[in-house]
């Protein structure tokens, strides 16, 4: 399947690898078709691109990025709707706004996408605002644990 996007020009994938969210995301839900895509330079940053709407996409990460504790309990009636079940692979991601260069990089954890990666289905949820918020700002690395390691790796 094919569309074409003012951002990436044409983009080319499996009708497979759409991601479903029913209800679209909050605030936009006529956007409710979506694939994932990773960027060309390795990164944790991936997007996710409408396929309702060729010319919306945003960047997404794992939110534990911005929260290394980030932890929420997946509600009833979501499992049911993504049909969740043992040994499904369940994605969570966040979505996160780069205004500019100057400015600091934020996720969205108040209102996380989770997606049975399984099933291909997904929903932006919404999560109470006095634990998490909308713009969280990127974590920096704990730079006295980096030079203390020994081994070659890095750290978020």
Not at 17 to 38: A, K, P, Q, T, Y
Not at 145 to 150: C, V
Request: proline content about 4%; aromatic content about 8%.
């Amino acid at each position: 399947m094919k569309i074409k996007s003012s951002i990436f020009d044409e983009i080319e994938f499996d009708e497979k690898d759409i991601i479903v969210l029913e209800h679209g995301l909050i605030g936009l839900s006529n956007l409710r078709r979506f694939v994932l895509m990773d960027f060309e330079d390795e990164t944790a940053f991936h997007w996710f691109q409408s396929v309702d709407e060729p010319d919306m996409g945003f960047v997404v990460s794992e939110p534990t990025l911005f929260d290394g504790e980030y932890t929420f309990a997946i509600d009833r009636k979501i499992k049911e709707e993504l049909e969740i079940g043992t040994g499904d692979d369940i994605v969570v991601m966040s979505i996160v706004t780069i205004k500019d260069k100057d400015s600091a990089i934020t996720g969205n954890l108040l209102g996380p996408i989770v997606v049975n990666a399984t099933r291909h289905r997904g929903a932006q949820i919404a999560l109470n605002p006095e634990d998490y918020s909308t713009a969280t700002p990127l974590r920096q690395p704990d730079l006295e644990a980096i030079s203390n390691k020994t081994e070659v790796g890095c750290t978020a």
